[in-house]
């Protein structure tokens, strides 16, 4: 497909927390991005997961219904003799502060060269690097559609590098991005082109995370949710998880009576509102994500 390319282009976020993004034209999904996130922290390569969130996942999978490439949980989450290699890089990060080998693989060495790959890790690293008592990360891309997989790519890892943080006890540093090549499809440049003409937009700034190790209860009712279709009681959680798991209630109550109409019954004092909002535009193109690679 024609596209506009930019190579070997890097940006850096100063405040990693504002990784929601906000313009209205874009119409981007946070419950798509936490259906993502579900996914790679459960340590999952089943598509049906992410079919919840957005069916075109669907046509990236094997005939097993498994996801070989951009299951990037799976490859740092899976324990391989005892420990996986989150934990490995936790534990070295703990032993020496200065290291520069605390990096993360997405990559094997020879499935993603073949002709007919049907879906290769757009990630090929993500690196962690203590400097300054904060948690810096720097991720490199091979590939990154700016529209599409962009912004839900700097959800995903800017959240990883908060969970690291938090389990180390330091603050967050600095998000560096760097991709080989970044492109705009054809597809995509009235878009483009209209968000740039909406001007700037107020950012939203997502609250510290303080109980890391809660997140295997967020996963639990991310599942009951999803599969069983049922309320999660969300008393007993830190509030950082149980505001996102109410997002989750949201998006299962959206699919039966739209955006608009479950944004008016919900109580406003949900802080993640305003990042929904754009939702009620054009639901079926905001869950749609077209992922090519």
Known sequence: MATIESRALSFTLFDPRRRCTL?????????????????????????????????????????????RGSCYGSKIFAAVDGQSPWSRVRQLLRHDRETRRAV??????????????????CAASL???????????????????????LPYDVFLFSFLQEMMAADLGIEVGLYHHFAASIHLYKQH?????????????DGFRMPPLKAPNEFQGFLEAERRIRIEGEDSKTEAMDDYWGDLVQVLHLFRTSRKIGWAATLNATSRSLPYCRVLEPLTRDVSQSLTRVMSR
């Open 23 to 67: 313009n209205p034209e874009r119409k981007w999904s946070l419950p798509l991005a936490l259906g993502e996130l579900c996914w790679h922290l459960s340590g999952s390569t089943h598509a049906s997961a992410l079919e919840y969130y957005a069916p075109v996942w669907r046509s990236f999978a094997d005939s097993e219904g498994n996801i």
């Open 104 to 121: 993360l693989y997405f990559n094997d060495a020879l499935s993603h060269l073949a002709p007919d790959c049907p879906d290769a890790a």
């Open 127 to 149: 690196q962690f690097l203590i400097r300054d008592n904060t948690l810096d990360v720097v991720l490199c891309m091979r590939s990154n559609d700016v529209i599409w997989g």
């Open 189 to 201: 440049w009235d878009l483009a082109r209209r968000m740039l003409e909406g001007g700037s937009v």
